[in-house]
């Protein structure tokens, strides 16, 4: 898949190295704020990042050279869903193969009101592309909103060519980082693939659509929560950029996995006839024995879920006073019966477990204080195996034993769900292969 030579005003290549920031933060200091807010989900994935990698200069396969893009069919917009507006589509993204540049999109909101762009790192050798949604944790109360505000090394109120340059130095994350990314992993499904980074700075697991979302910390004014939006203005150049595309994959780890599954409708409809693949990655949605409707129900209705629902959802609309996320599950299968679908988990997953810790305690949903207990958590994961995904039968499940958190970003050979992650991913893929749910054992 060939693409025109960058323009110079577009792209901002990342070439910079930090040793000093990476020697810094893998010791004591940024692990001690890591266990100060583990609820900032994004700052684990980096922990872990900076755990794996050195400071080596990109590999020789990694070559820089320019790539063109073929002409493809004029089109100047794509209909999504029923009583969505149409997708006005803009111009191909650019750049040089396979290096990692930071494309910026004015028309796009964070929560600081700041704009925000993507990431991309094209590939000439293949017509497949991986979206990654990022990770790093959301926003709806006071304390966990303190911690989007206040998190370290940066924070999750926005994301700019700043916070691009600074998970992205080579090859911190994008570099020879054993995950989705890893261009010289043989094992790495995706490592030929093009890739595209979609930064997280909205809070409400991309796909919001408020603009009056919940109080900022500062002033308690409100703050716009608009993944939804941001979402649809990424698609209208991401679309003419791989209109000739063979597969697609969309995923997500964390408030990404969330993302990657929600946003799913929009996306395969963007994209017609070419297929979507979704994989969902450390966010499983627990029946509401599991998950608080409450806290379910303040989601939906700080983040305007209303507004980003499909308008054929049915099991989107549920009786007062339950959650029912789960059901969306239950939606996409049903919608999209020839797609697969993957949820990634772990049973006892120590991030999840406290963001889920909510309860009702008569007049309002309120933290409980406390994660929720390892045994509760890994009930509903088992729960939300047997009794939603199960009889679904394009929906597949990686689950492992312990409280890790998130997968796609660590080595890919983790096979303690029974088989190696790489190798169950491929089988997702391969349309002659059938995957197998997978439940690791203690």
Not at 217 to 235: E, H, I, S, V, Y
Not at 240 to 254: E, W
Not at 396 to 408: A, D, M, W
Request: charged fraction near 20%; charge should be negative.
């Amino acid at each position: 898949m060939l693409r025109p030579k960058v323009r110079h005003n577009e792209r901002v290549a990342i070439e910079q190295q930090w040793p000093s920031f990476i020697t810094s933060h893998t010791e004591g200091g940024f692990r001690r704020r890591v266990g100060a807010a583990v609820r900032a989900v994004g700052l684990v994935t980096l922990t872990t990042a900076l755990s794996h990698c050195a400071a080596t200069e990109p590999s020789d396969d990694i070559t820089g050279g320019r790539i063109a893009r073929p002409e493809q069919p004029a089109a100047t917009q794509v209909e999504l869903s029923e009583g969505e507006a149409p997708l006005v589509l803009g111009e191909p993204l650019e750049g040089e193969d396979r290096r990692w540049n930071f494309v910026p999109f004015p028309g796009t909101r964070c929560q600081d009101g700041s704009t925000t762009g993507l990431g991309v790192s094209l590939s000439a050798s293949s017509q497949n592309v991986l979206i990654y949604l990022q990770p790093g944790g959301a926003c709806f109360d006071e304390r966990t909103c303190a911690d989007q505000d206040n998190a370290a090394p940066f924070a999750f109120n926005r994301f700019g060519i700043t916070e691009f340059s600074l998970i992205s130095a080579a090859p911190l994350f994008f570099g020879d980082f054993p995950g989705v990314f890893a261009r010289n992993a043989a094992s790495n499904p995706f490592r030929d693939w093009n890739h595209v980074f979609v930064p997280y700075c909205s809070g409400d697991v991309h796909f919001g659509q408020a603009p009056q979302g919940a109080a900022r910390t500062q002033d308690a004014t409100p703050r716009p929560q608009l993944g939804a939006a941001n979402m649809r203005a990424f698609l209208a150049r991401l679309v003419p950029t791989f209109g000739d595309a063979r597969q697609i994959v969309l995923a997500g780890s964390s408030a990404g996995g969330f993302g990657a599954l929600l946003n799913y409708p929009r996306v395969q409809a963007a994209f017609g006839d070419i297929p979507v693949t979704a994989i969902s990655d450390g966010s499983p949605p627990l029946r509401d024995a599991f998950l608080a409707p409450c806290l379910q129900t303040r989601w939906r209705e700080l983040w305007n879920f209303a507004a980003t629902f499909p308008s054929d959802c049915s099991e989107c609309v549920v009786p007062q006073g339950t959650g029912g996320l789960y059901r969306y599950l239950e939606y996409l299968s049903r919608r999209y019966p020839d797609r697969r679908f993957a949820v990634l988990a772990d049973d006892e997953d120590a991030v999840m477990r406290d963001y889920y810790a909510y309860g009702d305690n008569g007049s309002a949903c309120a933290y409980l204080g406390a994660p929720l207990p390892a045994a509760t958590f890994r009930d509903g994961v088992e729960d939300l195996l047997a009794q939603v995904i199960a009889p679904l039968p394009n929906f597949f499940s990686y689950v492992r034993p312990g409280e890790g958190h998130t997968f796609l970003l660590d080595p890919l050979d983790d096979a303690r769900a029974g088989q190696p992650l790489s190798e169950w991913l491929r089988d997702l893929l391969q349309p002659s292969a059938t995957p197998r749910s997978l439940r690791g054992t203690r």
